[in-house]
């Protein structure tokens, strides 16, 4: 009796087979692009690193008073505490704590992308000479790397940054503080590019290209680099926020920027004295300190998860 | 005992051909591989030759110096730790081992070129497969984009995959293995190469593709009459595509014979014991015949001839002399002291 109800359904038309999904296909990059828009922690830190950058480019879109006009400051109002007319405070010159946070991420922001993106260069350059070429040109890119690698960075920053002196440092600005975390940090890049290269090189589709007639440069570019980039690109993300931190110590201790330009390390140390009566002084330029560090570092562990989700 | 070649200056005109002269030959060739544990003989004095529009099957397990083989003659042996201490790789004639790397890389893919086991680790994961297509006309023939796209599709429509110009910008894990592989081998035949290398080119596919990639070789093969090499391990792949087979067993070859030929009546103990331990429907229930041992450690080479201590034919000669390559007929040759008694003892 159920013979009837089963009535079987018209054969469907055999579609042509479909690729997994619709629209452009799936890179490794456009993978990575997917993950991270539906990741949250991505968004946070993507935007409040966008709110910084746009801060450290207009810092005049957050704050009217111009920090760097010694005009806006007034002895008088020294170590004011919070205030209608001060939302941060003032500080020992009598200046507005406010713009001067404001104002001082351009300094942390300029150095942490800076220095990033020289050591992801550098680094990230030689480790692919080093890793694709081996033998000697290996052995010696290696251990000249290991050297730096056995300073240990604030010190070795320390020594750099008191022999460069405070006039060149002055002279020269963020670009002082910048070199001498790059020439500490470049190796640590060269490092994981090296490691990296050195396994994608083992690769089928590297002996494939070279059976196939690709050059050794063209093998190198086309073939090696696009798959060995992916950690690097998350190490430099990731250093960024540590960057950051370190030009704040440096700063801290003095050897980094330089008065007048304004910078939350200095800012800090500044406060320090007085912590006791006027904490205000130091609580807002180290939680814009904190909050910057973070959002980096949340970027680039969003980026490390879509990236290489075997990490996870 | 041949004339060292004379013609290494400048590369052979395509097509232009010594009368005399196979397309490919390997003669004497030894590869050995220095490590730590000590000098590994992988290739010792191999000689094979292939003409134009004919295939030759390399059979041999693994360890056995097939691909070794193949990857000196495509040049992409990592030098060192591997040394080719003697031999010729003559192409049209000229020995491609004393030609500069410069001349070496114009014959690589263009002339000479490979395919791969397995296509999905052979293909660049970043890239689309149109791409990777297009680049070898875009570097090597110095097309446009555009143009070199279109021979892309046409390429991908001569190996016959179905909608080629919906899949051009698919990326290579989007594809099936026996896809993956017909991409691999539209790159390798991508700029007419006179002479196609494909190493254990079904291995990793199912029995029925397998099939069909094989079918597919074959009709390139025999479009563009170029000389194809199959390296495989396996005798069932072969039988309906090669013309002749070339057995080899610890870096020598221990047997030549036309392909029939060699299934009718295997002339070495080693293509005899390969051939008796395929499985067969009409000895269902019996035990399946399996040669005894292992096979030989590189950086030990067994005494005399490699096989003697799997060898059923075994006589005391065997551990100390080497057996030259006796020849059967005009087309068969047999490393094996003994080969009368393996060829005529019929089946064990």
């Not at chain 1, 020594?159 to 002082?176: E, F, H, P, T, Y």
């Amino acid at each position: 009796m159920s013979n009837e109800m089963t009535v079987a359904p018209p054969p469907q038309p055999a579609e042509a087979p479909q690729p997994a999904k619709p629209g452009k296909p799936a890179s490794l990059w456009s993978d990575a692009w997917y993950d991270l828009r539906r990741n949250k922690v991505f968004i946070i830190g993507a935007v409040l690193v966008f709110l910084l950058v746009l801060m450290a480019l207009f810092p005049s879109l957050f704050s009217h008073v111009d920090a760097y006009n010694p005009a806006t400051c007034n002895l008088a109002n020294a170590r004011q505490g919070v205030t209608g007319a001060h939302w941060f405070g003032t500080d020992n010159q009598g200046c507005d704590t406010y713009s001067r946070v404001i104002y001082g991420a351009r300094v942390s922001i300029l150095v942490g992308i800076l220095t990033a993106v020289i050591t992801g260069v550098v680094g990230g350059g030689l480790g692919l000479v080093a890793g694709f070429y081996g033998r000697w040109v290996d052995i010696l890119l290696s251990r000249v790397a290991e050297i730096f690698f056995a300073i240990p960075a604030i010190l070795g920053a320390l020594l750099i940054l008191s022999v460069v002196g405070r006039d060149n440092s002055q002279k020269w600005g963020v670009w002082v503080v910048v070199m001498a975390l790059a020439l500490l940090a470049w190796p640590l890049v060269l490092r994981i590019m090296r490691a990296s290269v050195i396994s994608a090189k083992n690769q089928d589709y590297v002996v494939a290209a070279r059976a196939l007639g690709a050059g050794s440069g063209r093998i190198m570019m086309r073939h090696i680099l696009p798959n060995a980039i992916a950690p690097v690109i998350v190490t430099s993300t990731l250093n960024l926020g540590v960057f950051i931190s370190a030009e704040a110590g440096l700063s801290f201790l003095g050897v980094g920027i330089q008065a007048p330009t304004i910078s939350w390390g200095l800012m800090i140390a500044d406060a320090r004295a007085r912590f006791l009566s006027a904490p205000e002084m130091l609580l807002f330029p180290a939680l814009l300190l904190s909050i910057t560090v973070l959002a980096f570092v949340m970027l680039g562990d969003a980026v490390r998860d879509a990236l290489d989700p075997k990490l996870r | 005992m041949r004339n060292p070649s004379v013609e290494t200056q400048g590369l052979p005109a395509r097509g232009a051909h010594a009368a005399d002269e196979p397309l490919l030959a390997v003669d004497n060739l030894h590869v050995e591989f220095h490590t730590r544990q000590g000098v590994a003989h992988a290739v010792n004095g191999v000689s094979y030759s292939l003409n134009a529009g004919e295939t030759l099957a390399v059979l041999g397990e693994s360890g056995s110096g097939k691909s070794v083989t193949a990857q000196a003659i495509m040049g992409i042996l990592d030098m060192p730790p591997a040394r080719i201490p003697a031999g010729e790789i003559r192409f049209h004639g000229t020995d491609l081992l004393k030609l500069s790397d410069k001349d070496r890389s114009q014959i690589r893919g263009q002339r000479i070129a490979m395919v791969f086991q397995d296509a999905l680790s052979a293909l660049n994961p970043v890239f689309t497969v149109g791409w990777q297509i297009a680049e070898m006309f875009r570097v090597h023939r110095g097309m446009s984009r555009g143009d070199a796209r279109k021979k892309a599709v046409e390429l991908m429509d001569r190996v016959r995959i179905p909608g080629a110009k919906q899949r051009i910008d698919d990326y290579p894990h989007q594809f099936s293995g026996g896809m993956r592989q017909r991409i691999m081998i539209a790159m390798s035949i991508a700029l007419d190469p006179e002479v196609l290398i494909a190493d254990e080119p079904t291995t990793a596919l199912d029995v029925t593709v397998q099939a069909q990639i094989m079918e597919l070789l074959a009709e390139l093969r025999q479009e563009s009459n170029m000389g194809l090499i199959l390296i495989t391990h396996d005798l069932g792949v072969v039988a309906d595509v090669a013309d002749k087979i070339a057995v080899m067993y610890g870096g020598r070859i221990v047997e030549n014979a036309p392909v029939h030929d060699l299934y009718r009546n295997p002339g070495h103990p080693y293509t005899k014991g390969l051939l008796e331990s395929i499985p067969r429907v009409d000895l269902k229930g019996q035990e399946l015949y399996a040669i005894k041992g292992m096979p030989p450690n590189l950086l030990e080479m067994p005494s005399g001839c490699a096989f003697h201590p799997r060898c059923p034919y075994r006589r005391d000669e065997c551990a100390t002399a080497v057996p030259p390559l006796y020849s059967i007929s005009g087309t068969r040759s047999s490393a094996c002291h003994y080969w009368r008694e393996v060829f005529d003892g019929g089946s064990r």
